[in-house]
């Protein structure tokens, strides 16, 4: 930009976004923004509640804390962030269009997103999501990547199409194997060529009922950081499956090989290894389902508790595609379990409710642990489950101190 076209539009962005002039705009050196100017905070920039942990800014990555997760349906303020590129820019809904392609449809076809809206019924879901990579920080030796402790995960509802409706409409082969997403998020070296990720699922979750091409989040637009103005939401499966911003969807007739599919993204040992073991690349599985796992959501941790009162606890419960079949929480670090109270899911692949009443034999400090089991049988480890290089799944048992007065 020319220094002369620099300094008008300084001043002339002062006017709409300071509301004043920049005064001196003139002399203020090229390529300085006037702080004023600035992005706001993430917390003012996202509508996100100033509890919630910035793990990183380049690209944006932001968790929940499990007292902030207490509500049924996680509102925008609660929901974590995960980006491995940067929000798009300029988003013109009137423009945008989402094409179906790849080698296993008919012939490409391309919706605007008012087509997609008139042609197909919308759906509403309570959808879990969860990153693949939740828990990361507690491993050993440690993963690379956002060390996210437990916040990295929501359940808000979802409005949208079908896939599977899009899909019928379009006309697939029979060799269809798996869907891609394509997003319009850019690459963090801002070269237009590369993805920061494209990945997707087999046919099976593709086809089935609550996998959405979301157009709305808790009954209003869906906000820019989740995916505005279009996402696919695979409840129950890593979140990294829901593709935000998406603008193209590929039917492939393999296993889709967009970035992040590969190595040891999203992918961990088919069988368990030693901790900080070699694995072949051929010896990598890719997630599917999440884990069963739970979290106690009230009280908060460190919470001070009088000892003639009973403490009502409660929190979340969730098994990927699986439903939970009970909950069960221990204050005597796990020698004695007891059982919650265990609400059914409003829909599939939403999490479910749990509560307990609980009294104290005497003043002191005590853990409260949560362990669910889910519809097969399998139960929350209480340790970390299986090493993998990434530091995925890690649905190990949660705990909150209390202090009992
Ligand atoms: N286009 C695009 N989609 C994406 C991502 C991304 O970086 N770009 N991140 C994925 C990952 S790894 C996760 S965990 C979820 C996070 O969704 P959220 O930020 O709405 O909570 O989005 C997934 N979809
Ligand atoms: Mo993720």
Known sequence: ?????????????????????????????????????????????????????????????????????????????????????????????????????????????????????????????????????????????????????????????????????????????????????????LHLSRDPEKEPISRGAPMAKALQDETLLAYAMNGEDIPLAHGHPLRLVAGGWPASVSGKWVNRISVRNKVHDGPKMGGTSYRVPCSPVAPGEKVKDEDMCIIESMPVKSLITYPKTGAMISQNKTLEIRGHAWAGELNVRSVSYSIDFGATWQECQLDAPPNRLAWQRFSASMKFPEKGYYEIWARATDSNGESQPMVLPGWNPKGYLNNASHRIAVKVS
């Open 1 to 185: 930009m020319k220094r002369r076209d620099f300094v008008k539009n300084t001043s002339l962005a002062g006017m709409a976004g300071l509301g004043i002039p920049v005064i001196y705009s003139h002399l203020l050196p090229e390529g300085y923004t006037p702080l004023g100017l600035q992005d706001p905070d993430p917390f003012t920039l996202f509508k996100k509640d100033k509890g919630m942990q910035v793990l990183n800014d380049k690209p944006w990555n932001i968790e929940a804390a499990a007292h902030l997760l207490d509500d049924d349906v996680t509102p925008n303020r609660f929901m974590f962030i995960r980006n491995n590129g940067l929000i798009p820019e300029n988003i013109d809904v009137e423009k945008w269009t989402l094409t179906i392609d790849g080698e296993s449809v008919i012939s490409p076809k391309t919706y605007t997103l008012a087509e997609l809206k008139n042609k197909f019924p919308s759906y509403t879901y309570q959808l879990t999501l969860e990153c693949g990579g939740n828990g990361r920080s507690e491993f050993d030796p440690p993963a690379k990547g956002n060390q996210w402790t437990i916040g990295a995960v929501s359940c808000a509802q979802w409005t949208g199409v079908r896939l599977k409706d899009v899909l019928e409409d379009v006309g697939i082969k029979n060799d269809a194997k798996y869907v891609g997403y394509h997003a319009a998020d």
